[in-house]
């Protein structure tokens, strides 16, 4: 049997207190009454950490923020949610959850950062590689670390890095690589969690496994991941990183469609895409497909029936530093020209593999720069059937988003083969399905009621 804790909403700070048997908002009355060893925090502390979440969108203040040093703090935290039956917990990583769903209004959340550094082990297990990471970790530091010091790297990825190992592994952890190695999900041998009865566990495939599919892809309503056991490979040197653009959205999912149906040796080893918009604007139209600022976008290339949106297929090859120009070349012409992008609107540059994982960091930086990082972003994230991605298209990025979303518009297919049906994670019919994000950053300033209507 798996515990599942039920929210439990308090009315006011005095009731939440009285939970804990504290008195008031003491940080050691509640480290008391937890038994935690690592730090707690209280009152305008807490909130300042966890009382906002990424969408910007829920504002509610906790009890307190749990820091722990490790499993048992974890165990603790839950342990004192379990014995009350107004208290609630959540597991918060670097905060990106955009509906509220690492944050614990009148509870305790319990900050995952502060168990980064407790797990990192590379082994091998029957001739494979893998790294046993904090369940707190950033996967950018797992990035940088197993290339760094081992040559190696993890296999699949989401786009953006600053994201902890559990938070992702709690949703699905999806991008370029997901066609050929499943999410990140499927990538995992083992975990340690924190069960809901406040019991620290460890669960793989063959031990404990109704605890250990249920906890992936299950949005940490099943348990909180300490540590997971993730697979590696051998880390390439560099990265073809390409992206071509098509008028209409059958050709560009006919040629997304085959690319990821093929043998490995046989495609590209990242292939994503999205929709922008026919214009000039520079946050949703031509200006976002060009990879260098010596490129540029012609719209005299487009042919004359194109619409008011546009699609791109983003695509990468890895190689190494010992391979030749004119080997790498032609390893991409022969995919590249079984597709049929429109003529003269393709772009490419080489850079190192870390560089290339790390490409939406400097999204970020500019995003914090010019204020929309802190902006509501009332972000939708959804699994499309191949069946219904044509009325989609229609109804959603030619009408509801022609004139785009203020950011990125993602749309590119999976393979459910790729993918363990025994975790949380729900996919539509069909082996061939797409994953489709509206990424919307709103401008620094609007109304709320504007993005509520954004959100509707």
């Given at each position: 049997m798996i515990a599942y804790i039920e929210p439990y909403f308090l009315d006011n700070e005095s009731d939440a207190a009285s939970v804990l048997n504290v008195t008031g908002k003491s940080s050691d009355g509640v480290s008391e009454s937890l038994n935690i060893q690592?730090?707690?925090?209280?009152?305008?502390?807490?909130?300042d950490i966890a009382g906002k979440d990424f969408g910007g969108m829920n504002c509610v203040k906790p009890l307190a923020v749990v820091r722990p040093v490790g499993p048992e703090d974890i165990a603790g935290a839950v342990r004192a949610a379990l014995s009350s039956d107004k208290l609630t917990v959540a597991a918060r990583g670097n905060g990106h959850s955009i509906n509220g769903q690492s944050m614990a209004e009148g509870g305790l959340v319990v900050d995952m950062r502060s168990t980064a550094e407790n797990h990192f082990e590379v082994g091998y297990f029957g001739g494979t590689a893998f790294v046993d990471v904090s369940g707190g970790a950033l996967w950018e530091n797992v990035l940088k670390r197993c290339v760094s010091e081992y040559g190696l790297a993890p296999r699949s990825w989401t786009d953006y890095l600053?994201?902890?190992?559990?938070?992702?592994?709690?949703?699905?952890?999806?991008?370029?690589?997901?066609?050929?190695?499943?999410?990140?999900?499927?990538?995992?041998?083992?975990?340690?969690?924190?069960?809901?009865?406040g019991d620290v566990v460890t669960c793989s495939e063959m031990e404990n496994s109704e605890l250990f599919f249920s906890v992936l892809g299950g949005l940490g309503q099943f348990g909180i991941i300490t540590r997971a056991r993730v697979l590696l490979q051998q880390a390439p040197d560099m990265v073809r990183w390409i992206r071509i653009v098509y008028a209409e959205f059958d050709e560009f999912t006919r040629d997304a469609e085959w690319l990821v149906s093929q043998k490995d040796e046989s495609s590209f080893d990242y292939v994503e895409g999205f929709v922008f918009v026919n214009g000039d604007d520079p946050v949703n139209g031509w200006p976002t497909v060009p990879l260098h600022p010596d490129q540029d976008f012609d719209p005299t290339r487009l042919p004359q029936s194109s619409g008011s949106v546009l699609y791109c297929l983003e695509l990468a090859l890895h190689y190494r530093d010992s391979d030749s120009n004119s080997s790498v070349d032609k390893r991409v012409e022969r995919l590249i020209g079984?597709?049929?992008?429109?003529?003269?609107?393709?772009?490419?540059?080489?850079?190192?593999?870390?560089?290339?994982?790390?490409?939406?960091?400097?999204?970020?930086?500019?995003?914090?720069?010019?204020?929309?990082?802190?902006?509501?972003?009332?972000?939708?994230?959804?699994?499309?059937?191949?069946?219904?991605?044509?009325?989609?298209?229609?109804?959603?990025?030619?009408?509801?988003?022609?004139?785009?979303?203020?950011?990125?518009?993602?749309?590119?297919?999976?393979?459910?083969?790729?993918w363990d049906d025994r975790t949380s994670v729900v996919l539509p019919e069909g082996e061939i399905f797409y994953i489709v994000a509206l990424l919307r950053f709103v401008p620094p300033g609007a109304k709320a009621s504007s993005v509520d209507k954004l959100v509707a």
């Amino acid at each position: 049997m798996i515990a599942y804790i039920e929210p439990y909403f308090l009315d006011n700070e005095s009731d939440a207190a009285s939970v804990l048997n504290v008195t008031g908002k003491s940080s050691d009355g509640v480290s008391e009454s937890l038994n935690i060893q690592g730090e707690i925090l209280c009152g305008g502390a807490a909130a300042d950490i966890a009382g906002k979440d990424f969408g910007g969108m829920n504002c509610v203040k906790p009890l307190a923020v749990v820091r722990p040093v490790g499993p048992e703090d974890i165990a603790g935290a839950v342990r004192a949610a379990l014995s009350s039956d107004k208290l609630t917990v959540a597991a918060r990583g670097n905060g990106h959850s955009i509906n509220g769903q690492s944050m614990a209004e009148g509870g305790l959340v319990v900050d995952m950062r502060s168990t980064a550094e407790n797990h990192f082990e590379v082994g091998y297990f029957g001739g494979t590689a893998f790294v046993d990471v904090s369940g707190g970790a950033l996967w950018e530091n797992v990035l940088k670390r197993c290339v760094s010091e081992y040559g190696l790297a993890p296999r699949s990825w989401t786009d953006y890095l600053g994201l902890t190992v559990g938070g992702t592994l709690s949703n699905a952890g999806v991008g370029g690589q997901a066609f050929r190695y499943g999410p990140q999900t499927s990538n995992v041998t083992e975990l340690d969690v924190v069960t809901g009865n406040g019991d620290v566990v460890t669960c793989s495939e063959m031990e404990n496994s109704e605890l250990f599919f249920s906890v992936l892809g299950g949005l940490g309503q099943f348990g909180i991941i300490t540590r997971a056991r993730v697979l590696l490979q051998q880390a390439p040197d560099m990265v073809r990183w390409i992206r071509i653009v098509y008028a209409e959205f059958d050709e560009f999912t006919r040629d997304a469609e085959w690319l990821v149906s093929q043998k490995d040796e046989s495609s590209f080893d990242y292939v994503e895409g999205f929709v922008f918009v026919n214009g000039d604007d520079p946050v949703n139209g031509w200006p976002t497909v060009p990879l260098h600022p010596d490129q540029d976008f012609d719209p005299t290339r487009l042919p004359q029936s194109s619409g008011s949106v546009l699609y791109c297929l983003e695509l990468a090859l890895h190689y190494r530093d010992s391979d030749s120009n004119s080997s790498v070349d032609k390893r991409v012409e022969r995919l590249i020209g079984r597709l049929r992008f429109d003529d003269g609107l393709r772009f490419e540059v080489d850079l190192p593999y870390v560089d290339f994982l790390l490409r939406v960091k400097r999204s970020e930086e500019i995003a914090k720069v010019n204020g929309t990082w802190e902006t509501p972003h009332p972000w939708l994230n959804l699994f499309v059937s191949k069946r219904d991605i044509g009325d989609f298209e229609q109804k959603v990025f030619k009408e509801l988003v022609k004139n785009g979303v203020g950011g990125p518009m993602l749309v590119y297919p999976l393979l459910r083969s790729r993918w363990d049906d025994r975790t949380s994670v729900v996919l539509p019919e069909g082996e061939i399905f797409y994953i489709v994000a509206l990424l919307r950053f709103v401008p620094p300033g609007a109304k709320a009621s504007s993005v509520d209507k954004l959100v509707a």
